[in-house]
Every structure is written in structure tokens, then in C-alpha cells.
């Protein structure tokens, strides 16, 4: 089940937003209820659900509703209408006691200007949340050290908020958030205050860090790049409203109407689409068949090498023509001529890293997954076929 | 038109309020007394020369020779030109008037910060208080608490508690959205938020308000002298009304003393806080 589920949650900013609720649900555009009747519609009936341990980036240009929408997400901002189930329990519903509960200990924030209390330490900025709590102080000092670790601060706690660079701030604002061991994290445009050298390395960071931890992200950020860098999924907002929802490549190859085409026609498509997107179907043999065979093979299917598996598809070794041929002369057997040092990616490989392996290899280049299995090739056409906008997608295939 | 009869109607508020709150007002009179005496007796305890220590020393604890050496050298010469006890009933009524403002001016300040129709209605008040001259509020003042000490203090806290409501409201109200959203965002009570993040980071502005009201009730003690408070002030009034320009300047000289020293220890007080975290 999905951890948050969002169903048509809306938030209308007015004297009367009731009464813009019910103009947008008789098809009022946005701009004609805030003209006519003075009401903001900041979140336009937005649905989602999150998976657990997924990231989902809520990507939006500034007055999008974006903001508002992960602020609808924990209440700090009341909904005008809709469901937000955590574990299937409707956030609306709870008291202020269960509402600061779950702030407590299931949905902690991660903020823009970093928001680190000034007049505290970093190791107490870290341990706020817990002291809310009356965790005990020895407790929630172990908790704030190990989260302080975790971000890479050790030997910073005694610091003041103001002492450190703008990345360690944000180090120590998403230290704060980890040390509850919340199971969501919402993070406000958390790296857009940040130069776009130390951005990137806290992208990185957070990926290595959700593939420790993992938590469920959501990820607010007006940064395509980032969006694209970081998301499993994205969802695309436009005046309050989700315009697509998908994983960075089907919004970048099946984007769902013109603005988003719009939004993504000048991303580099060589820092998105991977390796899995752009290899073919290998030709493959197994160790035990002769040279002749192979080269009777390479020359039905037109190719100058064949790859040479195991019975579980492991990738072993590849072999070229001329050698086969040579092979065959002088009588000798596959694992003679077999090259076992091709080179051989990642099925995540992103596209702008293939170029260089590729282009100084001979051989082609084998995709192969964590155990070693045989799943594509790349050949060098193919790459650039895909960085021209072709998206063959039926040429792919998993199992090779 | 006739003239609309506003005097009258004030006087019989008074009158009534008078008669009704008798008793309240002499709570109120018997606590104020007694906490002034009790300053008063605090600080004539020790002999002069070793209260001047003990101040000399905080003023060196707070960081500052200067005011170390202006405060020894200044309280020598009140003590040397015989006004000492006057001073010392000048300082225990600033004091219990700065604590009352600080009791009843914080939250006030905090009310004003948190709800709107409260500031809407504590704002003009202390327009009112700040801008009506001193002299008129005395009036009812020794209506409700007779002559004394008590109606000198009441007069002080009415002319200094607004700086220490409008500054406190205006420093929590300056503590950034994105604070205490996050405050929220870990499931802080409002008490929580209240007294870990608000209040601490309004102190510098809620200390410049307090330092304000001292000031404010310093200046003051001249005026509720008028109405029989003892000290300082007394000594200037009785040498401006006989003309005694030489004693006039000695009990003037005294007060500026106090008064600068008073704010300039206020004012380190926090400061030495804010270094020593």
C-alpha cells in the first residue's frame, strides 16, 4: 500500500474558499474565480500516491502551488478539501494532538532558508525535535550525534548555525529532520539555496543516503535538472495542478501536453536517459559451441562479434570475427580467442558516460545487471539515435 | 450644542471605581510597599562603600573597565554629597515599577504578537498612556493608593510599561515565518514554540523594551516625588521649588548617575549573555 495517498486535495486562499470549490468543480478556470470572486486557488484538486522508500519530486515553476502543496502534505498549511492518508489514516481527520504526533514521528520537514534555530547549537538545532518529545537528554544527544554523522558533520556539533557554509546549514536542517526517524521527509526546495556545485553533491548525497535509510522522500523543487537527477517519479505542476505524473524518462519522452514538452525540450537528454533505455538485443552464444558456429552465426545476422554467455546468461567474454575465423584455421576453441576484458556498464548508466567508453573501445559495449547477466548492447549508433529524439523503445528488451 | 460633560463623567468613574475596588486597590498598595521597602532595605543593608564593590564588581563581570571605574567613581560621589538613601528609594522604586512592567509588559507583548484584535486594542492604549501628560494620571492615582510611594510606582508603570509591550510584541513578531514553521513542523506545542524559539530569539528586542521602561520610570521620580514618593527626585523637586540651583544640580548629577549606570548594566547584561553562549 502506498505510505501517503493524496486524493483531490485543494487549497483555495479567500474570504470564501467553499464557494471557489465549488466554481472549479463547475469548470471556473483559476483566473476567472481570482478576478471575479477575489479567491486564490493555490492547489487545484491535486492525487497522488507515494510509495514507501520511493522520492517523488513535486516540480513546479515559482506560483505554482508547489510549496503550498507540501505544506497541505503536514498541515501547515489546512486543506480546504480533499483526504491525506498516512498509512491509510486521513491527516484532516486527527486532532491536534494526533496531528502533532505524526509531526513527531512519521513526517519530518526539511526547509528552504534551512530554518536552523540561530540561538542554538547545531547539536541542539539536531536534537529539537526530539526535545519536544522529552526524549531524555543523553538519548537524544546519541540520536542528534549518529544523525550528524550520518550527514558527514562529526566535530561540528558545538558550532553556531551562522558559523558554517550554506551546504552545511542544509547538512545540519536535514540532520534535524533524520534524527526523529521519520519514515517521510519533506524537503522544500532544500538545495535551491545553494551553489550548483555543492547542489549537486547534496543530490548525490541524498541518493546514497535514501539507499541507506530508505525513507519516502517528497521533494519540492522548481530545478528540472534536479528533479530529473533525483526523482523516481515526478509530478509536474502548472497553476495548482498536476500536469503529468510519471518517472523522469516517460516525462521527458512522453511528456503529456505542450507545456510540459515546453518544460523539457532543452534538458540534456544525454544526463537523463541510461543505458537500459538505448541497448539492443545482444547476439549471444554459448561456450561450447565451435568457432564455425559462431562465425556462421555473425554472418546471418550481418555483425563482426558475438557475445558468449553461460546457461544463466552470464556474460563471459566476447568474441570477434576474425578471430573465429582464425580459429577456425588453426582449430582451436572459443575460450582461445574469448575477450574477457570488454568493456561492460550498469543498466544506469547515463548516456553522457557511454560516449567515452565507447568510443574507445573496439568491441561493443555489453549491459549487464548486479549478477553479472548478459541484458543488452550498446552500440554506438543506437546512442546517438537516442540524444537525436528516436525512442525505439521496442528494440529493447530485458531478457537477452 | 451644550458642552458635553466629560470631566464629570470621569470624575464619577473615578469615584465609583473608588469606592468599588477599595479593596483591591489596597491589596495592590500594601504588595507595591512592601516590595519597594523591601529593595529599600536590601540595598541600605550593606554599608555604602561595600555596596559600591559589589556593583564595581558586576560591572567588571559584565566585561566593561570603563563602566567599572564610572560606576565606583559616580556612586562615591552621590554617597559624598549625602544623597545616598535618597538614592537608594530612587532605585528600589525604578526597580519594583521595571518588574511590574516586565510581570504584567511581556504578556501583553506576547498577547499582542498572538492575536490580532488583542493588539488592536493594546496598541491604542498605550498611545493613550504614552501621550497623556504624566501629571493627569497622578490624580487618580493618589485617588485610588493616597500619597506615597504606591501611587509613585503605579504613575511609573503606567508612563514606562508600554516600551516593554510594544518591543516585545515587535520582536516576537520578527522572529522569521520559516522559524517557526519549522517549530510547527516538529510538532511543537505552542509553548514549545513559545519558549524555545519565539521568546529567545525576541530577547534582544524584548531587553532594548526593558531597558526603555527603566528609563522611562527613572525619569519619573522627579514627578511622583510631587505626590510624596520619597527619594532622589524628592531632593530635585524641593530645590526647584526653592530655588536652590546649587542643590538642584547636586540631586540633577545624582539621577543622571543612577540613570546611566542602570542602562548601561541592562544593556551588558545581555550582551555578556549573548557572548557567553
Known amino acids: ?42 492547489v487545484n484538486r491535486v492525487s497522488f500516491d507515494i510509495q514507501e522508500g520511493e522520492i517523488f519530486v513535486i516540480m513546479g515553476l515559482s506560483g ?62 539536531v536534537e529539537y525535535g526530539l526535545e519536544i518529545q522529552k526524549v531524555d537528554k543523553s538519548k537524544r544527544r546519541e540520536a542528534a550525534m549518529k544523525s ?85 517519479r515526478i509530478a509536474l505542476m502548472k497553476d495548482g495542478s498536476i500536469v503529468q505524473i510519471g518517472t523522469p524518462e516517460e516525462i521527458l519522452t512522453q511528456p503529456a501536453n505542450d507545456y510540459v514538452e515546453r518544460f523539457v525540450e532543452d534538458v ?9 533505455r538505448v541497448m539492443r538485443r545482444p547476439e549471444t552464444i554459448t561456450m561450447d559451441r565451435g568457432p564455425r ?26 568474441i570477434t570475427a576474425e578471430d573465429a575465423s582464425d580459429a577456425m584455421k588453426n582449430n582451436r576453441k572459443l575460450a582461445d580467442i574469448l575477450i574477457t576484458d570488454g568493456p561492460s556498464v550498469g543498466p544506469d548508466t547515463l548516456l553522457n558516460e557511454l560516449f567515452e567508453i565507447t568510443s574507445m573501445s573496439k568491441v561493443p559495449l555489453a549491459v549487464v545487471d548486479d549478477t553479472g547477466r548478459l541484458m543488452g548492447v550498446i552500440v554506438r549508433g543506437a546512442v546517438l539515435g537516442a540524444l537525436a529524439g528516436e525512442t525505439k523503445n521496442e528494440e529493447v528488451t530485458q531478457d537477452a | 450644542m451644550p458642552k458635553i460633560p466629560l470631566a464629570s463623567w470621569v470624575d464619577s468613574l473615578v469615584d465609583w471605581m473608588g469606592d468599588v475596588f477599595s479593596g483591591f486597590f489596597d491589596a495592590i498598595s500594601f504588595i507595591i510597599e512592601n516590595v519597594v521597602q523591601l529593595f529599600t532595605d536590601l540595598f541600605m543593608l550593606p554599608h555604602p562603600y561595600l555596596f559600591i564593590v559589589i556593583l564595581a564588581v558586576i560591572a567588571y563581570l559584565l566585561g566593561r573597565l570603563p563602566l567599572t571605574l564610572f560606576t565606583a567613581i559616580g556612586f562615591l560621589l552621590i ?52 501621550t497623556m501628560p504624566a501629571f493627569v494620571y497622578l490624580l487618580p492615582a493618589v485617588t485610588f493608593f493616597s500619597l506615597g510611594v504606591v501611587p509613585g510606582v503605579i504613575a511609573s508603570v503606567i508612563f514606562a510599561i508600554p516600551p516593554t509591550i510594544r518591543l516585545t510584541r515587535l520582536g516576537i513578531n520578527q522572529v522569521s515565518g520559516e522559524l517557526t514553521e519549522a517549530a510547527d513542523a516538529f510538532g511543537s506545542t505552542s509553548g514549545q514554540k513559545l519558549f524555545k524559539v519565539q521568546l529567545p530569539l525576541a530577547m534582544p528586542t524584548l531587553m532594548a523594551g526593558i531597558n526603555q521602561t527603566i528609563m522611562l520610570s527613572l525619569s519619573m521620580v522627579v514627578i511622583a516625588s510631587m505626590i510624596g514618593a520619597q527619594g532622589i527626585g524628592a531632593e530635585v523637586y524641593r530645590a526647584v521649588t526653592q530655588l536652590q540651583i546649587g542643590k538642584g544640580f547636586e540631586a540633577g548629577l545624582a539621577v543622571v548617575i543612577l540613570a546611566i549606570v542602570l542602562d548601561r548594566f541592562t544593556q551588558n547584561i545581555f550582551k555578556s549573555k549573548k557572548r557567553g553562549a
Not at chain 1, 500500500?1 to 483555495?12: D, T, Y
Not at chain 1, 492518508?85 to 513527531?104: A, T, Y
Not at chain 1, 540534456?268 to 537500459?276: F, I, M, Q, R, Y
Request: no cysteine; charged share 25%.
Open chain 2, 79 to 130: 554617597d559624598n554629597l549625602g544623597y545616598w538613601s535618597q538614592t537608594m528609594s530612587t532605585l528600589s522604586l525604578v526597580i519594583t515599577a521595571a518588574l511590574i512592567s516586565v510581570i504584567l509588559g511581556v504578556p501583553l507583548g506576547i498577547w499582542a504578537a498572538y492575536s490580532k484584535s488583542a493588539s488592536r486594542v493594546i496598541i491604542p492604549v498605550l498611545d493613550f498612556m504614552q
Open chain 1, 148 to 232: 550528524l554523522e550520518l550527514v558527514g558533520l562529526k566535530g561540528w556539533e558545538e558550532k553556531m548555525p551562522d558559523q558554517l557554509s550554506g551546504g552545511m546549514q542544509q547538512r545540519v536542517g536535514l540532520a534535524r529532520a533524520l534524527a526523529n526517524d521519520p519514515e517521510i521527509l519533506l524537503m522544500d526546495e532544500a538545495f535551491s539555496a545553494l551553489d550548483p556545485l555543492i547542489r549537486r553533491d547534496m543530490q548525490d548525497e541524498l541518493i546514497e543516503l535514501q539507499d541507506k535509510m530508505k525513507k519516502t522522500i517528497v521533494f519540492i523543487t522548481h530545478d528540472l535538472d534536479e528533479a530529473l537527477r533525483i526523482g523516481d
Open chain 1, 64 to 125: 505554482s502551488g508547489k510549496s503550498t502543496l507540501v505544506r497541505l502534505l503536514n498541515r501547515l498549511i489546512e486543506p480546504t478539501s480533499g483526504e491525506i492518508l498516512i498509512h491509510g489514516k486521513d491527516l484532516r481527520k486527527m486532532n491536534k494532538e494526533q496531528l502533532r504526533e505524526v509531526r513527531r514521528k512519521k513526517i519530518s520537514m526539511v526547509f528552504q532558508k534551512f530554518a536552523l534555530f540561530p540561538h542554538r547549537t547545531v547539536v541542539d538545532n
Open chain 1, 1 to 42: 500500500m502506498a505510505i501517503l495517498q493524496v486524493n483531490k486535495v485543494s487549497k483555495l486562499f479567500g474570504a470564501n474558499p467553499e464557494q471557489g470549490l465549488q466554481l472549479l468543480e463547475q469548470g471556473w478556470s483559476k483566473a476567472r474565480i481570482a478576478k471575479e470572486k477575489n479567491i486564490t486557488v493555490g
Open chain 1, 268 to 276: 540534456d537528454l544525454s544526463k537523463v536517459l541510461t543505458a537500459s
Open chain 1, 293 to 318: 558456429v559462431a562465425l556462421e552465426l555473425m554472418r546471418e545476422r550481418g555483425i563482426s562479434n558475438l557475445f558468449v554467455i553461460d546457461r544463466s546468461k552470464k556474460l563471459l567474454g566476447v
